[in-house]
């Protein structure tokens, strides 16, 4: 893919663009526009002003290590009308029907803290820092469910390296939008507002944590966290940050909402560990969005979720069970 830099993206040859997303996600996209096949929260959704932006994200399959599992993708209607974003509401359904209220334009992100060059880019800016990578990522909630998802975004090191950190950046914290003109669900105290979150400044260098932007080649919808999220594949699905506002770096272990809410069930690293059970349900097994009924068998839970090869060195020596 190739971009200049005042005219935004030029077209991907087609060879570079990778053909199963281009095609299943174009056709998926369409059913999910035309029929309302996921119901009539999606055809107001689907109506929204955001989707006269929507569009595609051409994007270059990755070469990141890991970066393209082989598991067979969830849909795009699945993944887009089963979400949490409790900023939207605490039911599943809840963000797809409710979160058509985002505005993602103009949107700026803070880059800040301890930096050389902090620095607060419109989001336009941030979506043509580098070039855009699909990236198809499994996703395991905390919860017992999981997905496959094709992400479009790049790797958050990129960002990092432009920022400069200090050597008092240990920890990256993401602060995520909290506008209640904007989200029903900041009404109630189901968590602390606004959702942050955090990554030990290795983990965020990591090239497999993406500062997405899209999924199934397009720009993500609402519910899943636009105009810009984290996916950190190897950690429960909460570490992923969604509508981010601030990137801002620190030297402490920042706060995270989840933690705030129940330290003794959700810890700061969250790695996806099968033999480290939830205080009240084991987590062993997982059910994949999509085969679920009552033939579909539960997958086993990977050890962090299946990267270990990529990421189990940053946890050399620690004790999982402590640092859960
Ligand atoms: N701001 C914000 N980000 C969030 C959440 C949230 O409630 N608010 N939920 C998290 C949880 S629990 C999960 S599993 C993932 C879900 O992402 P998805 O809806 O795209 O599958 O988003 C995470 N990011
Ligand atoms: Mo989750």
Redesign the pocket.
Known sequence: MHFHRDRGFTHAKASEITPRVDYEGRREWLKLIGTGVAGAALAAWAQRDALAQAGKLPSVRSTVAGANVMDKPTSLVD?AS??????FGTGKAD?AQNAHTLKTRPWTVAVEGEVKKPKVYDIDELLKLSPLEDRVYR?R???GWS?V?PWVGYSLAELIRRAEPTGNAKFVQFV??ADPKQMPGLGSRS?DW??V?GLRMDEAMHPLALLTFG?YGEVLPN???APV?MVVPWK????????IVKIRFVDKQPPT??EKAAANEYGFYSNVNPNVDHPRWSQATERRIGEDGIFAKKRPTLMFNGYEAQVGRLYAGMDLKKYY
Not at 82 to 87: C, D, H, P, S
Not at 238 to 243: D, E, L, N, Q, T
């Open positions: 993944a089963y979400n949490n974003f409790y900023e963000p996703l909630c905390v919860e997905m998802v995520t939008l968590l606004p959702y979150e999924l519910q899943n966290g999220r429960y699905g909460f570490k992923s940050a969604k509508s909402s989840w």
